[in-house]
């Protein structure tokens, strides 16, 4: 089994920046892609970001993209997605997930469906004031 643990998450002003965790326990997920969603209250869980179990593909929607930023430290057993001028559209509850397809490199669709990821965190949030 795989646990994931989001951290980063607070209260900030709009125009910072924040940097998101997630650190997989159990055994590793270095051969897995792993997502990055978010959910405000009311709405969907809204796609953010994935990559690639090696990290040389990596996906967002055109409407994030220059503002979010996806990593992983396989060695560390890690994800991080950086977030630069947080927008007070921005709040919600982020989610990081894990994929189970190993050394699958995917496509957009792929990592942008929920459906797709077989272990997800509790969440960690963030709250942008204007």
């Known amino acids: 089994q795989v646990q994931l643990v989001e951290s980063g998450g607070g209260l900030v002003q709009a125009g910072d920046s924040l940097r998101l965790s997630c650190a997989a326990s159990?055994?590793?997920?270095?051969?897995?892609?792993m997502g990055w969603f978010r959910q405000a209250p009311g709405k969907e869980r809204e796609f953010v970001a994935a990559i690639s179990w090696s990290g040389s593909n990596t996906y967002s929607p055109d409407s994030l993209k220059g503002r979010f930023t996806i990593s992983r430290d396989n060695v560390k057993n890690t994800m991080y997605l950086q977030i630069d001028i947080l927008k007070p559209e921005d709040t919600a509850v982020y989610f990081c997930a894990a994929d189970s397809r190993p050394y699958y490199s995917g496509t957009y669709e792929y990592f942008a469906s929920t459906s797709k990821y077989d272990y997800w965190g509790q969440g960690t949030q963030v709250t942008v004031s204007s």
């Open positions: 159990g055994r590793s997920v270095s051969r897995y892609g």
